[in-house]
């Protein structure tokens, strides 16, 4: 039996990253499929704009030239469970070892467009079951929490850790935005499908590496319904509820409040800005990631190379919500994007914004290489 008890003269674990794994959708959807769409306005009148006139300007705004729809005959579970079983693979770690499983998501279980959500039983306990693991006492719950979900398990798997409370955590976020986005509505060709995921276990060393530090806000005034679900802007099309957002008030809520999140987390870990390696942010859109960089760096007067600094996959993944910063990782980790590694010693950045409206983030330094 595991002994969780801290001794005093113990130092706290150290949480670090073992594993990472992630599943890309095999339906790849170009910008081009959206050309025989047609778009509506909230007020439900027809947007006379050429279908081409309105792909071009998002794709400028963007930077999405593509994204991945789930396989028809697959789930959400399924593709946690794909995410799952890779970073397990990656990490060395036996299933059957892991104290909790978590699952960030938004929207369940849907197995097919148009078919409401599966939440009982919970995302976590469908994952686990797909992924055979039989130990009873690897806790499955789910994190809902718009697309910060993911970091947010990231941060309940390190307090499990601090606490006591376990050792090993495999943390997924999974979202098939496909089956909950409005065919008529324009922002429904920023999103797209995936799952990431990540290992971490609680670490007996002194290195200063691991998670340093994280933090969360939560803004719930006027800015709870930046987005939410609504019918579908094609009158008298059908009841069925879909993703809403107001673009515009996102973008500015993002822009003015990570920057100080960001601020703040790097102050708890004693690591000034310059100093950061990587920024890890949530691929909502391309402009808004930029806007929020600069936004930061001008907060501490300083300038930096963006282009080294903030690697994106959203061009071709689309934005995945929860899935996001793990798919990321994982395809840096993995060498999928050339010229971007991830090395022992790097200071990264990992931080969201999405609804509710929610902020969140964490500062991690990777570990030598053989930590376990």
Known sequence: MKDWVIKEHEMPLQTVILGTGSYLPGDVIPNSWFRDHTFYKPDGTRIEKPTQE?????????????????????????????AGRAAL????????QLDGIIVAHNFGNIRKKGERSHLIPNLAALVKHRMGIQNHRAAAWDVLFGCPGWIQGMIQAHQAIQSGGGSTYLVIGVEIMSRVIDSHDLDNMLFGDGAGAAVVKGVDTENGTGMLSYGTYSHCGEEVDYLNMGCSYMPDSDDYLYTKMNGRQVYRYGVNTLPELVTDILGKAGVNLGEVDTFLFH??????????AEALFKKHGLSGDLDRLLPMNLQVTGNSSVATIPTLMDQIRKGVHPGRAISSGDALVMASVGAGMHVNGLVYRVPPEGTH
């Not at 705004?61 to 469970?81: P, T």
């Open 54 to 82: 309105i792909i071009d300007k998002l794709r400028d705004i963007s930077g999405i030239v593509e994204r991945r729809y789930l396989e028809e005959d697959l789930d959400a579970a399924e593709a946690g469970a794909r």
């Open 89 to 96: 693979e990656d990490s060395g770690i036996d299933g059957e």
């Open 283 to 292: 691929q909502a859109n391309e402009k808004m990631i930029v806007a929020i």
